[in-house]
């Protein structure tokens, strides 16, 4: 069965700082990976998303996140954050189904 | 660029009462789903229609549940006689292609339904 695991709940960051969100999943075949962002209030929205070709993908906002299949790993990294990225960030996957397996969330708090 | 709507942003609704949560997905869009989050845990999938029809469910989405797109623009839930813990937030999402269409989801900005 598909899974995800974001192993840290919260993560604080200085502004400006570099930042990596980890994110494990569990599939059979070879998945689909996304990252989606839900500030406060907000819906879900799509930073970057993985389906086949080159591992490092880059997305919305500075993002990028790259998918290691050795590592069943999909991390998602940013080099330098801003007060605005503070949010709570899911990874997911999907696969031969229509459904995304969201995970439990990381909740990115930045310092001034 | 276009976006999926869902009305209303906040739903209020006795125990036992029926509720219908309402979305336009994108209007090329093929796929619609419902997921929800409950206050502090993670998205959870209920279902997904295509052509009509169910594709698929999670055990979430009993009987209580369905789904329906009345007309060409709108696709809706429905809560038959809603429970306390059908609390939650509702998220509308749209695709252009199913699962193996390398087309992701869109989702709208969700609806809180609170049960009293």
């Known amino acids: 069965a598909q899974s995800v695991t974001q192993p840290d709940i919260h993560i604080t960051v200085s502004e400006g700082a570099s930042l990596e969100l980890r994110c494990n999943y569990s599939y059979g075949a070879t998945p689909y990976l996304f990252w989606y962002v839900q500030s406060p209030g907000q819906g879900l929205q799509l930073l970057l998303k993985y389906f086949s070709g080159d591992t490092l993908v880059q997305g919305i906002k500075g993002f990028e996140a790259e998918f290691k299949r050795s590592q069943s790993s999909f991390n998602l990294r940013k080099p330098s954050v801003h007060w605005s990225d503070a949010a709570e960030y899911f990874c997911a996957v999907g696969g031969e189904f229509d459904k995304i397996i969201f995970g439990k969330g990381t909740r990115l708090h930045i310092l001034p | 660029e276009p976006e999926v709507t869902q009305t209303p942003s906040h739903q209020v609704t006795q125990m036992g009462q029926e509720v219908i949560l309402r979305c336009v997905p994108i209007?090329?869009?093929?796929?619609f789903y419902w997921y929800r989050q409950i206050l502090g845990q993670k998205v959870e999938f209920l279902v997904s229609?295509?052509?009509?029809?169910?594709?698929?469910k999670s055990e979430i989405f009993d009987d209580q549940f369905s789904v329906e797109r009345p007309d060409g623009s709108n696709f809706t839930l429905k809560i038959r006689s809603t429970k306390l813990e059908d609390s939650a937030m509702y998220f509308c999402?749209?695709?252009?292609?199913?699962?193996?269409?390398?087309?992701?989801?869109?989702f709208g900005d969700g609806t809180r339904l609170s049960i009293l």
């Open positions: 229609f295509y052509n009509n029809e169910i594709s698929e």
């Open positions: 999402a749209s695709s252009g292609g199913g699962a193996r269409s390398n087309q992701p989801q869109h």
């Open positions: 209007s090329n869009h093929l796929y």
